[in-house]
């Protein structure tokens, strides 16, 4: 569990902007700065989930396994990383550092069933 918080962590603009590309990053970063995300949750492998209350509410999860980062978001149905998933990290990030209690998100969390 440490080592995925510490990936996240770690994870830089360049890094983000790599996997997501720069239009979603600066996107994702908006939708940060407007407050959007709630109910920021853990999963059991370490990722993180929440909901996402933009233009529609969003259940976004973003994990990483073997080296690489990957997301699930509703808005999306294709494998391709939204601006939720990188508000949903930038919330995390802050998360960690104001040492801020993420709570396990229960095994039938309606978020899961979502995605
Ligand atoms: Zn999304």
Not at 92 to 102: E, N
Request: glycine share 4%; net charge negative.
């Amino acid at each position: 569990m440490t080592t995925v918080f510490n990936q996240f962590r770690e994870l830089t603009w360049v890094e983000l902007t790599l996997w997501a590309g720069k239009k979603i990053v600066s996107d994702g970063r908006e939708c940060y700065q407007r407050k959007e995300i709630r109910q920021l949750s853990l999963t059991k492998s370490g990722g993180i989930l929440a909901w996402v209350e933009a233009e529609e509410l969003f259940a976004t999860r973003v994990e990483y396994e073997e080296g690489e980062f990957y997301s699930e978001c509703t808005c999306n149905p294709i494998e391709h990383t939204c601006m939720h998933s990188i508000a949903v990290i930038i919330e995390f990030i802050v998360h960690l550092k104001k040492k801020i209690d993420i709570p396990q998100a229960e095994s039938n969390d309606k978020r899961f069933f979502l995605l």
